[in-house]
């Protein structure tokens, strides 16, 4: 009997860790889940269309396609489909343009002229009255993109019949920026340490290296910038660069080129020169040096990004040389191996507080047409720095002769943290479907970044990585969903949020119906509601400063006006808002005049940007009726509200999704709603020292005082 108790308590002890390694694997898994599929008539139905894979060419990349496909579909249909070399059953064939036989290239009547090289192609063809499906493109990595994107059609339980996609990307460079240091904490990261175990490397490669390459190929990313812009000179030395091509060689069969920050400084630090003027000789023949030092241990090496004479960082400027001199410098020495130089247009001047968000403005755009053909500037999608709202950047569509890339902050350094559930392709969307107006209407951002408005040659979007080592990579598992709209945002930027919604929830939870609708609509609600509690009407940059955790509007007493809370809000007795009209800082004449004369105008001013373009009083009437005050509190309101609804939709949602992944959200959404109410409360009674107005009915009393909030510290808060 003892032994029969015991017996079972170990089974279940047994049971219930299998349990938590299966969840535990979930969290990992991301979007590749590649569950089976509950229904049997459509398991059956693939099943049909499905008996076997051809795979055509030898490369690492024709391997992982094959073993992709084949562990995918195999485990969706629940039945081992396996790789054969004949094509007597109905197959999914893959294979490049130069590697298909000559049978296949017949009946395919593919022509590869509509694809670029990162495209790819999905048909169903007929071979001696066989039905096939083709996943082609002209190079294998194309190839690879295909088999994501079909077996996206199974997890989304799509159609595989009469397949004719022709689909390219539609920028060149879609690249993550980590901000990693060398010694693995993350700048703004808010899951765990650096993936790169450079201590380890390169003779240990950690599986998950491999499972990070895996991921970003599946969405289609193509590049990786390994280190902070906030540069350490030391990963261009020999020691580390041997640790970089060891990452490189994981990332290559994968699509994915390694890039690095280059610290301008670096000629100095460990180059041994005196200067790192980039119009000296010795200068200019060290980064000549370096770049094909790199380039021997790495072919492929994709170039650098560059953050110069930006908040401290080193650059041209301390010789008396500007960021053309720099970037052209730079372009120069990676030029002969193909390389590019992403140059960062991030910057505002130390000496010249008028208007923080003109600066880059005013500082880039007469270096139009100036910078080398391999130089594309990187641009932040708003002017002052990845608020939860801000218009787009002005320099998008204002500097014709000269590529722009993206920078997105996919990282929530001021959206939450890793706690807040925000699903940021909305706010990316958004950004990329703002009208530049700069070559007449319709002149989107969308268009700037693939390069269709200017034709540029080189194109690119950037995101700033949300990923580090925690078992969900993403510390949120709806985090998860940033990184990989992220993905598909770049290679497709008029892709619509709440297709991705879709397609991720199906990838990576359940393809219910009743799971998906309330969900999907529930992501695509958490950013308005991220606005609402943090910063509505156009108010930015009031997060506690430093660490940027929380709401610190009060915060006054830092050196540099612009690094202060109040430098942004204005508020005072007559009003509150940053007046950058033309009776202001006139930052809207940066903008093309019909965009310009919107943002100008209080009667066609979004009142989503407000007080980022307007100073107006308490009492000014909101299009609904309500005065400033009254309706700026609602708002605040309706933030906490949202978050609420959104609580109750998820705790509906148990039966669709496994155990751990539910408690997980279900705890990190009680966290928001409590930090929603939080700043609600502390911004609601800060400004309200200001407007002397009582807080309208509909908005719940703050439980604690403004002092209270006030005295709040968060000396250990992450990633700062
Ligand atoms: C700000 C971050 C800071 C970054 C900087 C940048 O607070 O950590 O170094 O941007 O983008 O958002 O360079």
Same mark, same amino acid.
């Given at each position: 009997?003892?032994?029969?108790r015991?017996?079972?308590?170990s089974?279940?002890?047994l ?37 076997g894979?051809?795979?055509?060419g030898?490369?690492?990349t024709?391997a ?26 109905s ?63 199974i ?7 009469? #397949?004719?996609?022709?689909? +390219?990307?539609?920028?060149? %460079?879609?690249? =993550?920026?980590?901000w @990693?240091?060398l &010694?693995?904490? !993350? ?14 490397l390169?003779d240990f ?12 190929a ?8 390994l ?32 890039? #690095?920050?280059?610290?301008? +400084?670096a000629?100095?630090? %460990?180059?041994? =020169?005196?200067?790192? @003027?980039?119009? &000296?000789?010795? !200068?200019?023949n ?6 094909a ?24 400027q ?15 020495a ?41 130089v594309?500037?990187?641009v932040k ?5 990845f ?16 590529p722009?890339m ?43 970044i693939?390069?269709?408005l ?6 690119g ?6 990923i580090?080592?925690d ?47 309330p ?5 695509i ?15 930015h ?66 009142e ?19 005065n400033?005050w ?51 409360d502390a ?38």
């Open positions: 009997m003892k032994n029969k015991k017996n079972f308590l089974l279940t002890l049971m219930f860790i299998i349990s938590l390694t299966a969840s535990a694997q979930k969290d990992y898994k991301l979007w590749l889940q590649y569950d089976k599929i509950t229904d049997h008539n459509l398991r059956t139905k693939y099943l049909s269309e499905i008996q894979i051809v795979s055509f030898n490369s690492e024709t992982i396609s094959s073993k992709e496909l084949q562990t995918a579909l195999t485990d969706m249909v629940g039945t081992t489909i396996s790789v054969k070399s004949k094509l007597d059953q197959s999914i064939i893959i294979g490049s343009q130069t590697s298909l036989n000559s049978e296949i290239l017949k009946a395919a009547q593919i022509d590869f002229n509509q694809i670029n090289d990162e495209g790819f192609i999905l048909k169903s063809i007929s071979i001696k009255n066989r039905k096939h499906i083709l996943i082609s493109g002209k190079k294998d990595v194309g190839v690879l993109y295909g088999v994501y994107s079909f077996l996206r059609l997890q989304t339980n799509k159609s595989i019949e009469n #397949l004719n996609t022709i689909d +390219s990307p539609k920028t060149n %460079i879609r690249i =993550l920026n980590h @990693d240091n &010694d693995r904490t !993350v700048e703004r990261g808010y899951a765990g340490f650096s993936l790169w175990n450079w201590q380890k390169p490669i950690d599986q998950r290296y491999i499972d990070y390459a895996r991921a970003n599946s969405i289609g990313i193509n590049g990786t910038v280190t902070n812009v906030n540069a350490n000179a030391l990963i261009l030395t020999p020691q580390y660069l041997e640790k970089v091509e060891a990452l490189a060689n994981v990332f290559r069969p994968y699509g994915i080129k390694v890039y #690095l920050t280059a610290r301008f +400084s000629p100095i630090e %460990i180059g041994g =020169l005196k200067t790192a @003027d980039p119009k &000296d000789a010795d !200068v200019i060290w980064w000549k040096e370096k770049t030092a790199i380039y021997k241990r790495i072919p492929d090496f994709g170039g650098f990004l560059v953050k110069a004479n930006s908040e401290g960082q080193p650059g041209p301390n010789y008396n040389r500007d960021h053309v001199d720099g970037a052209n410098m730079l372009a120069d990676v030029a002969p191996f193909g390389g590019v130089i992403m140059w960062r247009a991030f910057v505002y001047s130390e000496h010249d507080a008028n208007d923080r968000a003109k600066q880059a403005y005013a500082e880039f755009q007469p270096y139009d047409g100036k910078f080398k053909e391999n594309i500037v990187q999608n708003g002017a002052i720095d608020q939860p709202r801000e218009p787009f950047h002005p320099l998008f569509g204002a500097m014709p002769k000269t722009l993206m920078e997105f902050q996919i990282t929530q350094e001021y959206l939450g943290f890793s706690t807040h559930l925000v699903f940021l392709p909305k706010l990316f969307q958004e950004v990329l479907e703002s009208d530049t107006f700069q070559r007449g209407k319709g002149s989107t951002v969308a268009k700037v693939d390069g269709s200017y034709k540029n040659k080189i194109t979007i950037a995101g700033v990585a949300n580090g080592n078992i969900n990579w993403t510390g949120h598992p709806f985090a998860q969903a940033n990184w990989y709209g992220f993905g598909r945002l770049a290679w497709n930027p008029y892709l619509d949020a709440e297709t991705i919604a879709d397609e991720w929830l199906k990838c990576t939870f359940s393809t219910d119906e009743n799971f998906i609708r969900i999907k609509q529930m992501m609600d958490s950013r308005e509601a991220v606005v609402n509690y943090m910063t509505p009407l156009g108010l940059h009031i997060m506690d400063t430093g660490h940027h955790y929380g709401p610190g509007p009060w915060v006054s007493n830092l050196s540099r006006p612009e690094w202060n809370p109040v430098y942004y809000h204005k508020a005072d007795k007559n009003g509150i808002g940053f007046d950058r009209s033309k009776t202001g800082t006139n930052a809207v004449a940066q903008y093309a005049p019909e965009a310009a004369h919107i943002f100008d105008n209080l009667e066609t001013c979004p989503k940007d407000l007080l980022w373009f307007h100073h107006v009083s308490w009492d000014y009437k909101l299009k609904n009726g309500h400033l009254d309706g700026m509190a609602l708002k605040y309101q309706e933030g906490v509200n949202q978050v609420k609804a959104m609580q109750e939709t998820w705790n509906k949602t148990e039966k669709y999704v496994d155990s751990e992944r539910f408690k997980e959200v279900k705890m990190l959404l009680n966290i928001q709603y409590q930090e929603a109410k939080w700043w609600r911004c609601l009674l800060y400004f309200q020292q200001f407007s002397g107005k009582e807080l309208p009915s509909g908005v719940e009393k703050p439980t604690q005082t403004l002092e209270y909030f006030q005295s709040l510290k968060f000396p250990f808060a992450p990633g700062n």
